[in-house]
């Protein structure tokens, strides 16, 4: 099933059965945090045991892409990226790990300052699910191998479909070859 | 316990160590005389903050010995390498090294065939300041774009001595390889390609041909050393600056370098490859005297620089044409908004703008001092109002003169009850009429307008 699909009924479910929980009562409102911490870990614990597979790979197999200019930056053409498939990877997990912490923090913050405990129930569930989805889970610990949807460099799944398709990362020859001479490097900043 | 209650807490403790000072009254304190004094005080909070001064010191002493040591340990290693090729090795005789600053270093070498110089730059991590140290290691861990995590790194610039050909040539460590790219311009205009000795590096230059000829046995031995690839960031051969460049003259000027990137580090194995890669950077200088490209892969690579220059004329001539159009739009907007005026209103704007002109040119000229002579007011000039018969042959004047207001005033204070109409001897004074103010029997000055 598509992940943002069955994000969608899982969010609905969920609605209804946060309805249902009393979370003016203690011993409620314990389970709830007992469940979005033990998600937070099992989360963690699942990107940083790819990390250590990553890193135990050692895989130097060089990766070039061209990523999309940023428009917002004034940008009018794109970039080249060149690095490892190690480094990538490891880009990637540090990333979603980033994000682990990013929403501990903001639900602390609507928990613990706000006293809100519905969306500790919907956090309990998602995090772990888009862990166990997310490429780099699905390459180094289910061992699936990296190429159709999980092909490097991964597209990003956008909300918009993309405007004019111009956003995609790109990949062939040409468009390398010519960003790769592009001589865009060492730019001063002051 | 929530912070304000435990911080007053904390001004309580301190006070209660002072308690017994304080409460001594203050004839007894005079007569305890100095020594008691300084026995009766208690000196706690003074040596804490002492204490915690001498730590700071020292810690920033211990780093800042941690960066020279590191250099020393590595230049005392290279120094039997430098001896042997160059006939200077140091800033004098005396100096290996200059401090530029406790986290950066400089060294240089000069007098070897093939090479004008050799130079040696240190950067080295903020050691002297810890907290900075901590707080750069840990947001760089979170945010890699932001600030990169302190490290120690070397870098030697070869400048050969005679003219090379144009072309960059590298082999740069896949570790960091887009930052690399990102921070130099040269190798941003390098094709990337795999090597066929080590699975850790790759070539960043302009041709194939470089990357077979450029290379020895030699140095793929070193290379391949596993140890290596944690301290070889890249090997450059360049004709291009660093930096991209910003005026023509970045393309003419002389930028033939050798460049060795290294990480800093001093356990013994990493000081011998340290060692041997400087050789073979030293041993590439006389290879380069040798070395001639193909004729069609020089034009090629000649072709890039053309191209590029043209390129940075073009950014500046648009650079230029910007700064004209925003120039005359701006002319533009002011003729606008004066069209909108009225006649009568343009009239004055024209006066202001004079008037405004005219005093800041005389601003630049009452700079001067102005000197009043002292003068007789002949009675004839002086013309009492009520006391016609009163004499004046000698008036006590006093003069103020504002030279900033515009026309000069002066004033004069001059007896109670009497108008004055007063002509320096080499001002025209233009005096209020008469009659106006003379009626005032208050009017203790009168204010004379000077042109």
Request: glycine share 4%; proline share 4%.
């Amino acid at each position: 099933m598509n992940p943002a699909i069955s994000n969608l009924v899982i969010m609905l479910v969920m609605m209804q059965v946060s309805k249902k929980l009393d979370f003016e009562n203690p011993t409620t409102v314990f389970y709830v945090r007992v469940a979005f911490v033990s998600a937070t870990i099992i989360t963690l614990s699942v990107y940083l045991y790819t990390r250590s597979v990553i890193l135990k790979k050692n895989d130097l197999t060089t990766l070039k892409f061209v990523s999309p200019p940023n428009s917002l930056a004034g940008e009018t053409e794109g970039k080249l990226t060149v690095t490892t498939v190690k480094e990538y990877d490891l880009e990637q997990v540090q990333s979603a790990i980033k994000g682990v912490f990013t929403t501990l923090a903001m639900m602390g913050f609507m928990h613990l300052y706000m006293k809100y405990t519905n969306p500790l129930v919907m956090q309990s569930i998602s995090p772990v699910k888009s862990a166990f989805e997310s490429n780099i889970v699905q390459i180094h610990l289910f061992g699936k191998p990296a190429s159709g949807d999980l092909k490097r460099p991964f597209k990003a799944a956008s909300l918009f479909g993309g405007f004019g398709g111009n956003n995609d990362v790109k990949t062939d020859k040409s468009s390398i070859e010519s960003a790769e001479k592009a001589g865009n490097g060492g730019v001063k900043q002051d | 316990m929530s912070d304000q209650s435990y911080f007053s807490e904390v001004i309580q403790y301190i006070n209660k160590l002072q308690a017994d000072y304080y409460k001594t009254p203050l004839d007894q304190l005079n007569e305890l005389g100095l020594l008691g004094r300084i026995k009766l005080y208690d000196w706690h909070l003074e040596f804490i903050g002492l204490g915690l001064i001498l730590t700071i010191i020292l810690l920033f002493q211990i780093g800042a010995y941690l960066n020279q040591s590191k250099v020393s340990k590595i230049l005392k290693s290279l120094t039997p390498l430098l001896d042997e090729n160059f006939h200077q090795v140091g800033i004098s005789d005396e100096k290996l090294f200059i401090k530029d600053s406790i986290q950066s270093f400089t060294s240089y070498a000069t007098g070897r065939i093939n090479i004008s110089n050799l130079k040696i730059n240190f950067k080295l991590a903020p050691r002297q300041n810890l907290i900075q140290y901590l707080l750069e290691s840990i947001i760089g861990i979170f945010f890699p774009d932001w600030i990169e995590i302190p490290s120690d790194s070397i870098e030697i610039i070869i400048k050969p001595l005679n003219k090379i050909q144009p072309f960059i040539f590298a082999i740069v460590n896949k570790e960091g390889m887009n930052k690399f790219r990102d921070d130099n311009y040269f190798l941003s205009l390098t094709k990337i390609s795999e090597t066929i000795f080590s699975n850790n590096y790759v070539f960043m230059s302009e041709s194939n041909e470089l990357n077979e000829n450029l290379i020895n046995k030699d140095l793929i031995k070193i290379l391949s050393d596993n140890s290596t690839d944690k301290i070889l960031k890249y090997l450059a051969i360049t004709d291009l600056p660093s930096n991209k460049p910003i005026k023509e003259s970045d393309f003419t000027n002389d930028n033939n370098q050798l460049i060795l990137k290294l990480n800093l580090l001093t356990d013994s194995k990493s000081l011998s490859i340290i060692n041997s890669l400087v050789d073979q950077l030293i041993k590439l200088s006389d290879q380069l005297i040798k070395f001639q490209l193909k004729l069609d892969q020089q034009k090629k690579i000649n072709n890039v620089r053309s191209n590029e220059l043209i390129k940075l004329q073009k950014i500046i001539q648009d650079l230029k044409d910007e700064e004209l159009k925003e120039q005359k739009l701006e002319i533009e907007k002011q003729i606008k908004k004066n069209s909108k005026l009225s006649p009568d209103e343009l009239d004055k704007l024209e006066k202001r703008q004079k008037e405004k002109k005219e005093r800041r040119q005389r601003n630049k000229l009452t700079k001067r001092e102005v000197k009043v002579e002292v003068y007789e007011i002949s009675k004839d000039l002086v013309k009492a109002d009520e006391d016609e018969d009163a004499e004046f042959d000698k008036v006590d004047v006093t003069w103020t003169v504002d030279t900033a207001l515009d026309p000069f005033v002066v004033t004069l204070v001059v007896p109670l009850g009497i108008t004055t109409k007063v002509e320096p001897l080499d001002v025209k004074v233009e005096a209020p009429e008469t009659g106006d103010e003379a009626g005032d029997p208050d009017e203790d000055g009168a204010t004379v307008e000077v042109t």
